[in-house]
């Protein structure tokens, strides 16, 4: 038959319109390719690693600094987790201007420690670009806490971040979690 | 009238077919731009990996983690002394067994606090680099020559791992 028969018109429209709908349906299905593409593994490994890492190196780190010690006490290398943070959280309630045992560039140990932790902070994740928030907070008996310093708070709240999970440590005042969150 | 109507019908199946292929050859040419993105991104991934497996290398390498006698390795610890000696074994042995490690790429370590200085471990360049790819991963560096008593001293620091593809 040389031209199709009225009847067979409406059916090859039909094809026509099937044929449509599979390639927006395909057109379709690679555009949700590209926006459930997983996120990539070094960007994953570099967040949680680094947040992991950067956590416990600033804990362990010795801190040298003028005055930290009096002249007539032993000399010890006074690590920043259990001295300065245990002395911090001994002593918090009389921050910033009270007494307590260590008085590293004649600071009290909680304002101390808040002006390290923020430099090293800042001269390694800050200079990467990345974006960051630290807390260290004493966990009190009978359930209450109080927020012993904290660096950049609230930045990361609404954004999505990469925990190093708490570091506990404990104190005779307490337990002091500190936890930092990369966020970028 | 019957040959009229038959050049109309002809007409619009040549117009048919032509805006077809016309979408073909679209859809060939966003094809090809894709392959070629996403063939760049495949590479970027397998260098990305390569980055991420050199880090964990080199954290976890014999010849430079924080170890004392048969105790348990420290996590992310570097032992300075050791940092400091490796790098004249690292190039002796480059060819036949820390190139097979570590590849193309550069391995430097940082120190923060409490000084500023830097130490490159390892670096083996090609004559033409293409791509680098960082990754930072952030280190105590242990130090037994400044400890006092039986608490050894740890430097605040990072390890810079660089690889070219």
Known sequence: ?184 | MKNKKAQLHMTETIAVIFIFFILVVFGMIFYAQYQKVAFKEKQEEILSTRAVQTTLRALYLSELICSQGEAEPEDNCIDLIKAEAVQAIFQKYLSNYYFHLFGYGRLTLHEVYPQEKELVLYEKRRVENLANESTFMMVSLRDDRLSVGTEPSYAYGYLLVEVYS
Request: with cysteine; glycine share 8%.
């Open chain 1, 1 to 184: 038959m040389l031209f199709p028969v009225p009847e067979k018109k409406g059916q090859m429209e039909m094809i026509g319109l099937v044929i449509i709908v599979i390639l927006i349906s395909l057109g379709m299905l690679f555009m949700a390719q590209f926006a459930l593409k997983e996120e990539p593994l070094k960007k994953v490994f570099a967040r949680q690693g680094l947040a992991t890492s950067a956590l416990s190196t600033l804990m362990k780190t010795t801190v040298q600094e003028t005055g930290c010690l009096s002249e007539t006490s032993a000399q010890i290398n006074l690590r920043l987790d259990r001295h300065l943070l245990k002395d911090c959280a001994q002593y918090s309630a009389e921050a910033p201007q009270g007494f307590s045992q260590y008085h590293c560039q004649g600071k009290h140990s909680c304002q101390f420690l808040e002006e390290l932790v923020g430099k090293l902070l800042a001269q390694t994740l800050g200079t990467w670009g990345k974006q960051y928030e630290f807390h260290s907070t004493l966990q009190l008996s009978g359930g209450s806490s109080r927020e012993l310093f904290s660096i950049n708070p609230g930045l990361c709240e609404k954004k999505e971040r990469d925990s190093s999970k708490p570091y506990l440590f404990p104190t005779d005042a307490g337990m002091v979690s500190s936890e930092l969150f990369i966020c970028s």
